[in-house]
C-alpha cells in the first residue's frame, strides 16, 4: 500500500470517526440544554487513549475510531434503580425533552449532509461519467428475449421494475434482488433517424455468468458510453493495430463496419465478428453490405465448387489448408458476380452468422447479379483477389474529431446531446463513398480512417513486453486444486488472449453531476427506503450490505477521486446514518423516540426491566449484523486478491 492510499485511508477514518462525533455531540448538547446529566463522552470505543474531565464530563479518545458514545445518566438501570428515579437522568425528562434529545443526533447527522451537498451544488457539482447516468442502452446479450423482442444498444430506458430509471446503478441495484422477473419500459431509437417507438416488457431473469454474487439479468449488460481515443500522453506504439490508422487524441470512435456504436462491449464485439464489408453494384445502383467471414470447412459446397476455390487458392499463392481458408457464403463467378448463395453445413451456424449484427443499418443479402466491386474499402479485380483479402481481419472505422467532446455536458442534457453528436447525414455521406473511386473521406466533424487490422491481445501484450504478466496469471491458475474451476479459468484466459483488439485506450466522455441538495436527499432516501424495504421484505440478502470496513473504503475512494467525490461520500453517509438512526427499532435512536412518544400518549412509564428485554435482544442481534456485514466487506476485499 503506498502512501497515498494509506493517506486517504487516514482521511476515511477520521472522516468515518468526524460524522459520529457530531452525531453524539447532538446528543450531548441537547441533553445539556435540557438539564441531563452527561457522564463521559467518547470519541472512539474500546479503551482510553486520554482521558480527562472537565465540567463534570469525562471526556476520552479511544483506540477504535469508528464511533463514539454520549452516556447519559438514567440510560442504564443504576443500583437496581428505576431510570426514571435517577436525578436528572435521561428518563427522569419530560417525553417531549427525551425526544429532542434522542432526535437531535440524527438531525444534525442529516442537517450535516444536506451542507455538504449544498456545497457541492455551490461549487458547480461533480465530474462524473457519462455511462453513469445515461439512460442508453450499451450492449444486449444476444441470447435473451429482450433481444429477440428487438430492443439494442442505442435504446432507452424510462422505468425498471415500475421505478424512474436514473442510471445504470438501477440495474445492478435490481440484479441483486431476489425477483424472477424485471418489468422495462422505454423507446426503440432509430440511429439513422432518431424515431422512436415505445415498448413494454416484462421478463424473466437469468443468473449472469462469472458473478461473484448470482447477480441477475433480463440481458441489459452495459450502459452507453463514448469511446473518445486518449493517447495516455504518449506515442502510438508501431506495434499497436491503430499506428497507421490516422486516428488522432481525443477522436471518438463513432462507427465500425456498418454499426454506430454503444459501449466498450460493443466495439469489442464488432471488432472480434468475423464479418467484411462489401461495396457491391446491383443494377445501376451501389450500395453497402456487411457479409459473415466464415471458414470453407462451414459451407456446404460440391466437388466442383471445391475444386474451383482450390484454383483459386493456388492462384494468389494462399498457403495453409483449404478447410481453414475465409471465404462468404455466396457462389461467385470470375468476376466477383453472385450466382446463387452457399448454405452452411449446420442450420444453426447459418441462423448466427446473420444474425450477429445488433445494429447494422448495412446488413443486406446479396441477390443473383450483384458484383462485388470493393472489400473492406479496398477496390478488388477478381474474385481470386476477393479471396485473397478475405483472410485478412480488416475493420473500417469512422471517428468524430469534436472538441466539444471534451466539454463536460449537465448529466439531464448528456442523452439529448449524445443523439445531436451522431451527425447522421455526414456518417452517411462518408460510408455511401467506401469503396468507390472518388470516395469521401471527411465530412463534418467526421473522418474515416484507414483501414485496421485488429490483432490478438496476447500478441499485443508479447509485443508490449507484458508476457512475464501473463505467466504469472497461468501459474496462478495452475495452482487451483479444483479441476473444474482450473479448466473455466484457463479458458477464460485463453478467451481473452485470443480476442482481437485495436490496441487503443479508451474513455468516456464527462459530465456534470449537480442537483440541488434537496434532490440529492431525495435520491438519498430513495435509495436508502428501497435497500430497507427490500433487506426486511426477504427481496435483498444482508450479504450486499457495507458495513464500518466497506464504508471507509467508499469514502477512501471519494478521496482518491478528488475533495468534491469525498464530500459527496460524507453527505451520503451522514444522511444514511441520521435516516437508519431514526428507525424505530428499542436500541436506535428511533426506538427511544417510540418509548417517549408511547409513555406520552398512555401516562404509563416502562419499567427498566421491560426495556432490557426489549432492548438487549435488538442490541444481539444489532451485533451479529454487524459482525456478518462486516465479514462480508472482509471477503470481497480478500476475494481480489486470492
Known amino acids: 500500500m503506498g502512501f497515498e492510499s494509506i493517506f486517504t485511508l487516514l482521511l476515511a477514518i477520521l472522516g468515518l470517526g468526524f460524522l459520529v462525533f457530531i452525531h453524539e455531540l447532538g446528543h450531548f448538547w441537547m441533553a445539556r440544554r435540557t438539564g441531563m446529566k452527561v457522564e463521559a463522552f467518547s470519541v472512539g470505543f474500546g479503551r482510553p487513549i486520554i482521558s480527562w474531565i472537565k465540567n463534570g464530563v469525562r471526556w476520552q479518545i479511544s483506540w477504535i475510531p469508528f464511533g463514539g458514545f454520549v452516556k447519559i445518566a438514567g440510560m442504564q438501570r443504576e443500583d437496581d434503580k428505576e431510570p426514571h428515579d435517577v436525578k436528572d437522568g435521561f428518563y427522569s425528562k419530560s417525553a417531549w425533552q427525551r425526544i429532542q434529545v434522542s432526535f437531535m443526533g440524527p438531525a444534525v447527522n442529516i442537517v450535516f449532509g444536506l451542507l455538504l451537498f449544498g456545497i457541492l451544488w455551490i461549487s458547480g457539482g461533480r465530474e462524473k461519467q457519462f455511462q453513469e447516468f445515461t439512460h442508453r442502452i450499451g450492449w444486449i446479450d444476444p441470447q435473451t428475449a429482450l433481444y429477440e423482442k428487438g430492443v439494442r444498444p442505442g435504446d432507452l430506458i424510462e422505468s425498471y421494475d415500475g421505478r424512474t430509471f436514473s442510471g445504470f446503478k438501477d440495474l445492478m441495484i435490481a440484479g441483486i434482488m431476489k425477483n424472477s422477473q424485471n418489468r422495462v419500459q422505454g423507446y426503440k431509437v432509430e440511429p439513422l433517424t432518431g424515431k422512436k417507438t415505445n415498448f413494454d416488457y416484462t421478463l424473466n431473469n437469468y443468473a449472469l455468468q462469472q458473478s461473484q454474487h448470482n447477480e441477475r439479468s433480463i440481458g441489459i449488460l452495459s450502459p452507453a458510453s463514448y469511446l473518445i481515443y486518449d493517447d495516455l500522453g504518449k506515442p502510438?506504439?508501431?506495434?499497436?493495430?491503430?499506428?497507421?490508422?490516422?486516428?488522432?487524441?481525443?477522436?471518438?470512435?463513432?462507427?465500425?463496419?456498418?454499426?454506430?456504436?454503444?459501449?466498450?462491449?460493443?466495439?469489442?464485439?464488432?471488432?472480434?465478428?468475423?464479418?467484411?464489408?462489401?461495396?457491391?453494384?446491383?443494377?445501376?445502383?451501389?450500395?453497402?453490405?456487411?457479409?459473415?467471414?466464415?471458414?470453407?470447412?462451414?459451407?456446404?459446397?460440391?466437388?466442383?465448387?471445391?475444386?474451383?476455390?482450390?484454383?483459386?487458392?493456388?492462384?494468389?499463392?494462399?498457403?495453409?489448408?483449404?478447410?481453414?481458408?475465409?471465404?462468404?457464403?455466396?457462389?461467385?463467378?470470375?468476376?466477383?458476380?453472385?450466382?446463387?448463395?452457399?448454405?452452411?453445413?449446420?442450420?444453426?451456424?447459418?441462423?448466427?452468422?446473420?444474425?450477429?449484427?445488433?445494429?447494422?443499418?448495412?446488413?443486406?443479402?446479396?441477390?443473383?447479379?450483384?458484383?462485388?466491386?470493393?472489400?473492406?474499402?479496398?477496390?478488388?479485380?477478381?474474385?481470386?483477389?476477393?479471396?485473397?483479402?478475405l483472410q485478412q481481419r480488416r475493420v473500417l472505422m469512422i471517428v468524430q474529431r469534436d472538441a466539444s467532446l471534451q466539454t463536460p455536458v449537465s448529466w439531464s442534457?448528456?442523452?439529448?446531446?449524445?443523439?445531436?453528436?451522431?451527425?447522421?447525414?455526414?456518417?452517411?455521406?462518408?460510408?455511401?463513398?467506401?469503396?468507390?473511386?472518388?470516395?469521401?473521406?471527411?465530412?463534418?466533424?467526421?473522418?474515416?480512417?484507414?483501414?485496421?487490422?485488429?490483432?490478438?491481445?496476447?500478441?499485443?501484450?508479447?509485443?508490449?513486453?507484458?508476457?512475464?504478466?501473463?505467466?504469472?496469471?497461468?501459474?496462478?491458475?495452475?495452482?487451483?486444486?479444483?479441476?473444474?474451476?482450473?479448466?473455466?479459468?484457463?479458458?477464460?484466459?485463453?478467451?481473452?488472449?485470443?480476442?482481437?483488439?485495436?490496441?487503443?485506450?479508451?474513455?468516456?466522455?464527462?459530465?456534470?453531476?449537480?442537483?440541488?441538495?434537496?434532490?440529492?436527499?431525495?435520491?438519498?432516501?430513495?435509495?436508502?427506503?428501497?435497500?430497507?424495504?427490500?433487506?426486511?421484505?426477504?427481496?435483498?440478502?444482508?450479504?450486499?450490505?457495507?458495513?464500518?470496513?466497506?464504508?471507509?473504503?467508499?469514502?477512501?475512494?471519494?478521496?482518491?477521486?478528488?475533495?468534491?467525490?469525498?464530500?459527496?461520500?460524507?453527505?451520503?453517509?451522514?444522511?444514511?446514518?441520521?435516516?437508519?438512526?431514526?428507525?424505530?427499532?428499542?436500541?436506535?435512536?428511533?426506538?427511544?423516540?417510540?418509548?417517549?412518544?408511547?409513555?406520552?400518549?398512555?401516562?404509563?412509564?416502562?419499567?427498566?426491566?421491560?426495556?432490557?428485554?426489549?432492548?438487549?435482544?435488538?442490541?444481539?442481534?444489532?451485533?451479529?449484523?454487524?459482525?456478518?456485514?462486516?465479514?462480508?466487506?472482509?471477503?470481497?476485499?480478500?476475494?481480489?486478491f486470492f
Open 236 to 389: 502510438v506504439p508501431p506495434e499497436s493495430p491503430i499506428a497507421n490508422s490516422g486516428i488522432q487524441n481525443h477522436d471518438r470512435i463513432l462507427w465500425l463496419d456498418g454499426e454506430i456504436l454503444y459501449s466498450r462491449p460493443h466495439l469489442t464485439h464488432a471488432v472480434n465478428e468475423s464479418s467484411t464489408f462489401l461495396t457491391v453494384q446491383r443494377g445501376e445502383t451501389i450500395f453497402h453490405s456487411k457479409v459473415p467471414r466464415i471458414h470453407l470447412d462451414e459451407l456446404s459446397m460440391t466437388r466442383t465448387q471445391k475444386e474451383e476455390l482450390d484454383d483459386w487458392q493456388h492462384e494468389e499463392n494462399l498457403s495453409g489448408r483449404f478447410e481453414n481458408l475465409y471465404f462468404i457464403p455466396y457462389l461467385l463467378s470470375h468476376s466477383g458476380k453472385v450466382e446463387g448463395r452457399l448454405d452452411f453445413i449446420d442450420e444453426a451456424d447459418q441462423k448466427k452468422a446473420f444474425e450477429t449484427c445488433q445494429r447494422c443499418a448495412y446488413f443486406n443479402p446479396l441477390q443473383k447479379g450483384d458484383r462485388i466491386v470493393a472489400i473492406d474499402g479496398k477496390t478488388i479485380s477478381s474474385s481470386y483477389d476477393l479471396l485473397n483479402q
Open 413 to 640: 442534457k448528456a442523452d439529448a446531446d449524445f443523439g445531436k453528436l451522431l451527425e447522421t447525414k455526414d456518417l452517411e455521406k462518408i460510408v455511401s463513398s467506401i469503396g468507390l473511386e472518388h470516395s469521401t473521406k471527411e465530412s463534418g466533424h467526421l473522418l474515416l480512417l484507414n483501414s485496421i487490422e485488429p490483432k490478438p491481445h496476447k500478441e499485443i501484450s508479447v509485443a508490449l513486453g507484458q508476457q512475464e504478466q501473463i505467466d504469472a496469471a497461468l501459474k496462478k491458475i495452475e495452482e487451483i486444486a479444483d479441476p473444474q474451476v482450473k479448466e473455466e479459468a484457463l479458458e477464460q484466459i485463453a478467451t481473452h488472449q485470443n480476442q482481437l483488439i485495436l490496441g487503443a485506450s479508451l474513455s468516456d466522455r464527462p459530465v456534470i453531476y449537480n442537483p440541488s441538495p434537496l434532490e440529492q436527499f431525495g435520491v438519498v432516501l430513495k435509495e436508502t427506503w428501497r435497500t430497507l424495504s427490500s433487506l426486511f421484505s426477504g427481496n435483498l440478502s444482508p450479504k450486499y450490505m457495507s458495513g464500518p470496513v466497506g464504508i471507509v473504503q467508499a469514502v477512501q475512494y471519494g478521496w482518491s477521486q478528488g475533495v468534491k467525490e469525498a464530500i459527496f461520500w460524507m453527505g451520503f453517509i451522514s444522511l444514511n446514518l441520521g435516516i437508519v438512526n431514526l428507525l424505530p427499532i428499542p436500541v436506535l435512536d428511533g426506538g427511544h423516540i417510540v418509548f417517549s412518544l408511547y409513555e406520552a400518549a398512555t401516562r404509563r412509564r416502562i419499567s427498566g426491566k421491560t426495556m432490557e428485554r426489549l432492548v438487549f435482544p435488538f442490541f444481539g442481534l444489532l451485533i451479529a449484523f454487524f459482525i456478518y456485514i462486516t465479514y462480508q466487506d472482509l471477503s470481497r476485499i480478500f476475494s481480489r
